[in-house]
């Protein structure tokens, strides 16, 4: 099985839990996720199947993001979300105009500390399984961009914001240090991806729904639908011989940059770049025997 399905991941499972299942219920070994979700955390998670698994640099080279998130102020955890222990409480008196004030002076680029309860690794080791045994290590700040800081609706403790922001951006941060900028301290409360890359939630299936499909196959796009942007080409014969085998085409009259590579039969082959009057393949996507 080879393609691309969007799950609504559900609370209280992992990612890797989502990729597991899903390996039995396609009989397919071969399966990678795009954006590690947290267990608390719902929402889209494209899952890569087969060879389509070959696609998922392509779809981290451009894969914003959007959230909607809960903010609770005057509450700090080791975590930086409710799921985590207690550090401090206090009481909150934000109005609704100084934390608008709070996310117009975050949007933009930044850099941000990934937190210890995070999947990045350092010296080899997950920071979430150094956490786990108590530990804490310096960790790099990286570059990160929120597009947009949406103010949907709240008050008092409880607030629920809009997050569009690049990869790499972690959330729980982004309301710890909110409760900083306020004075009170800060954490999530839960968290819904609702786009992921080119993929939104409107796209997505509830796992339990993709779980008990009569014809789970049905519910898998194929790989080509990642390049969708790019335009298309054919080749057929030698043409289509000497690109299975690894070679550079010769080709004239298209645009530079990428394209998707089919063969006559409208089998999608490879996501190929034109330049120099070449044909370049930068992945290939037919299944080899």
């Not at 219920?25 to 399966?31: D, Q, T, V, Y």
């Not at 530079?256 to 996501?271: E, S």
Request: proline share 5%; glycine share 10%.
């Amino acid at each position: 099985m080879t393609g691309i399905v969007v799950a609504d991941k559900p609370t209280g499972w992992t990612s890797f839990d989502v990729a597991a299942r899903l390996r039995g219920l396609f009989h397919e070994r071969r399966i990678g996720h795009g954006g590690t979700l947290d267990p608390m955390a719902t929402g889209v998670l494209p899952l890569f199947l087969g060879r389509a698994t070959r696609a998922v640099p392509f779809f981290e080279e451009d894969a914003d993001k959007e959230y909607v998130a809960g903010l609770r102020l005057g509450l700090e955890t080791d975590t930086e979300d409710v799921t985590g222990q207690v550090l401090s409480q206090r009481p909150v008196s934000v109005s609704r105009a100084a934390l608008t004030a709070a996310l117009e002076a975050m949007t933009g680029p930044q850099m941000q500390t990934p937190p210890m309860y995070s999947a990045v690794r350092v010296n080899g080791q997950r920071l979430y399984d150094l956490a786990r045994q108590g530990k804490t290590v310096a960790r790099k700040a990286r570059p990160v961009t929120f597009y947009e800081l949406e103010l949907l609706d709240g008050a008092e403790a409880d607030w629920t914001i809009r997050v569009r922001c690049s990869k790499g951006a972690y959330v729980r941060t982004l309301c710890a240090e909110l409760g900083r900028t306020l004075g009170c301290g800060g954490c999530m409360s839960s968290l819904r991806r609702t786009q992921a890359g080119r993929f939104s939630i409107a796209q997505a299936v509830p796992l339990e729904q993709l779980l008990a499909a009569e014809d789970p196959a049905a519910l898998v796009m194929p790989v080509d639908a990642l390049f969708a942007a790019y335009p298309a080409v054919t080749v057929d014969g030698d043409l289509e011989r000497r690109l299975r085998c690894g070679n550079a085409l010769p080709w004239e009259g298209g645009a530079p940059g990428r394209c998707r590579v089919y063969n006559a039969a409208g089998a999608f082959l490879a996501l190929a770049r034109q330049e120099s009057g070449l044909l370049v393949t930068e992945r290939s996507f037919f299944e080899v025997e």
